[in-house]
């Protein structure tokens, strides 16, 4: 199994996933969009158990958006890294912070219903106005 490894844009977060992503897609809600100051925030999603935070976890801020939720970021930096699940038990990692290329590819749009009014989404993967009810 290959191992992927993503870094904030500081260079002092290292994190180590396997390349083995249960989901990936783009989220166009609005809070990710406020969180990562991005249209949408591409997500790969695996159990939190299998990832490893290699340097720099005295760095990770964590905001609790809800009891569900936190979003971690850095914070030298700010880069926006991961969602955490708690009761789900897995992690959303922002796509964006990988320097390897994942075997997966998104797959999804979701929370199409929320997205900005200047967007255009243009490929043809499938989209649902909200959230699965399995993510
Ligand atoms: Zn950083
Ligand atoms: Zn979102």
């Known amino acids: 199994m290959k191992t992927l490894s993503a870094t904030c844009l500081c260079g002092s977060i290292r994190i180590e996933i396997p390349d083995e992503f249960e989901y990936m897609g783009y989220c166009h809600c609005s809070e990710c969009r406020k969180f990562s100051g991005s249209d949408s925030a591409s997500v790969g999603g695996l159990d939190s158990s299998k990832v490893k935070i290699k340097t720099g976890n005295e760095n990770i801020t964590y905001y609790h958006k809800t009891e569900e939720t936190d979003l971690a970021f850095c914070s030298i930096c700010g880069s926006s890294l991961f969602t955490r699940k708690k009761r789900g038990g897995k992690h959303n990692i922002r ?7 994942p075997t997966q590819k998104p797959s999804f749009h979701i929370f199409t219903g929320s997205k900005a009014k200047w967007e255009n989404i243009c490929d043809s993967l499938p989209q649902l106005e909200e959230k699965p009810s399995n993510k």
Do not use: H
């Open 95 to 101: 796509l964006g912070i990988l320097n390897d290329t």
